[in-house]
């Protein structure tokens, strides 16, 4: 009997193990997609629709490909900052709800533990089950603060590298977009000319793009390519259009 509590347990733990790795796992490379979802979809579209626009102000391939570079590497390092910032702020409010949740279980420890009773309660526990876990967790002041930040506040751990990875994902996932729609003035110097080859190749990978994104977050794939495609092509015909009126209004 002790052998088959034993064989239970180590189950039990091993089911555990799996389980948080699983989950950690999937967390991880969720951010990671919304990263990469985040830089090459801006850097797709910013580029196109800058390079469309120059394109209606009739200047050369080479005058928009500086410009297009420019923007490029001015774009990645602002999105990347903008996602370091953003992962800091996360992880410094994680740390402020920490700290104010730590007080708390010293201060007030009845209070805090009638709202694990509470939170057991709306999984369907009876009191006669969570009593145990509340009593369980009281002798344990650590796991008692991580079900607190997980179940109470909905807040997971973060990585202390995650903000130094997200501006990296981004800052590269934007200057692999940005580069797509700047790749025809590279090989043909008439902008006329490049500009045609550009909205192609671009609307091209902005389908591809949002068929993976689709596939990736869980929507219609081809109905992500669609839209994600659409929103390109407003982007840059309105830049475009806007580039001959003002040249129109100056001639």
Known sequence: MANQNQNGYADLEKQMLILHDHEEKHFMSSEIVRDVILGVSDGLTVPFALAAGLSGAD????????????????????????????????????????????????????TEAAEVAEILSQYGAEPHEYGPVVNALRRNPQAWLDFMMKFELGLEKPDPMRALQSAMTIAFSYIIGGLVPLVPYMLIPIATKAVVASVILTIVALMIFGFAKGHFTGTQPFKSALQTAFIGAIASAAAYSIAKLFQAYHH
């Open 59 to 110: 200047v050369s391939s080479s005058i928009i490909l500086i410009a297009g570079i420019a923007e490029v590497a001015a774009g990645a390092i602002s999105m990347g900052l903008g996602g370091y910032l953003a992962a800091k702020s996360e992880a410094d409010h994680y740390m402020k709800e920490l700290k104010r949740e730590q007080d708390e279980i010293i201060a007030v420890p009845d």
